[in-house]
């Protein structure tokens, strides 16, 4: 049977380191505030947001909330991204996606000034990960490598797989393992003999956003397997892309969801609220 990644309990780790660093640089006169705006009153996103603000009173960092209306314009939400670009009481600001239909996205990420893009989506941000330069790094990417890292998996010289290639999780993803001198490979859609090249995986990515989808014909035997997914499956309970009982006694360590690579993303959002000082101040 696999060994569970406790994603729970490595993001407290994470957490408590930062509430120390927190402590020190409130001695030396420094605050921190991560500004959140969310956008309509979609329940997933009401839940993220309500985690993250937790998560910033814990490590003892400020924040400040702005709940807009789902049918508010775009340019309310820009002028509102200029105004918090500009105070220099605020250290990150976070929108929130999805956004309604009628509002740009990409319009939306490359207003935030990079200097406070805590989330790591703004082209600025992914094109100095690309090109190995500091900056900020896409929060649940940035999570999984932590999972790997204080697991004690190494990712030098490993093949991995990594299943999904959205801006957001896959394409960071694969750029962070090739940091980590790992041997990348990006499946997607259109990925032909899909089994074959994930059963190569010594660490296989989930990112897909299907339900369950992988079961054990997917992985080799002994394989890492971390499940970036979130669904809900046919009576509504969350579950991963991975079909976690059926691939658990096939390798030799798996993230759970919930409980995995979930609470990561928060921990890593407040890692880059705090790293915002070191990198821009
Ligand atoms: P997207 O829908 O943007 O991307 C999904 C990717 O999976 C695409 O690249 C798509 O390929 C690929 N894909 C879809 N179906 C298949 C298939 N049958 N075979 C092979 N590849 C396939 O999703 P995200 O990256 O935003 O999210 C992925 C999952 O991770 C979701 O469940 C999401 O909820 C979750 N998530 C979890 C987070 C966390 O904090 N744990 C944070 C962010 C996301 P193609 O490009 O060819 O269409």
């Known amino acids: 049977m696999a060994a569970i990644i406790d994603g729970k309990a490595i993001s407290l780790q994470v957490k408590d380191e930062l509430k120390k660093k927190v402590e ?32 910033c009173e814990y490590i003892g960092i400020g924040s400040l909330s702005y709940e807009l209306a789902g049918d508010v314009t775009e340019e309310e939400v820009l002028s509102l991204i200029q105004e918090l670009n500009g105070r220099e009481d605020v250290n990150g600001i976070l929108v929130q996606l999805p956004l309604p239909s009628h509002i740009d996205e990409d319009k939306v990420i490359k207003a935030i000034d990079p200097k406070k893009d805590v989330d790591g989506f703004h082209p600025e941000s992914v094109g100095a990960l690309c090109i190995g330069q500091p900056g900020f790094v896409s929060c649940t990417p940035a999570g999984v490598i932590q999972l790997l890292k204080r697991s004690g998996i190494e990712i030098e010289g490993k093949e991995c797989v990594v299943l999904g290639r959205s801006n957001i999780v896959g394409k960071p993803m694969s750029i962070l393992l090739l940091r980590e001198n790992a041997t990348v490979t990006i ?9 074959e090249v994930t059963g190569r995986a010594d660490i296989l990515i989930a990112a897909v956003g299907r339900p369950k989808m992988i079961t054990r014909d997917y992985v080799k035997e002994g394989a890492v397997v971390i499940d970036v997914g979130i669904n809900r499956d046919e009576n509504n309970k969350l579950c991963g892309d991975v079909d976690f009982e059926d691939v658990a006694p096939v390798c030799s360590a798996i993230t759970p969801v919930p409980g995995g690579v979930g609470p990561m993303t928060v921990a890593m959002l407040l890692y880059n609220c705090v790293e915002s000082i070191g990198l821009y101040s």
């Open 187 to 195: 499946a997607h859609s259109r990925t032909k003999n899909l089994k």
């Open 24 to 55: 020190e640089l409130k001695e030396k006169g420094i605050q921190i505030q991560l500004a959140v705006i969310q956008v309509g009153d979609n329940p997933a996103s009401a839940v993220y947001v309500r985690n993250k603000k937790k998560g």
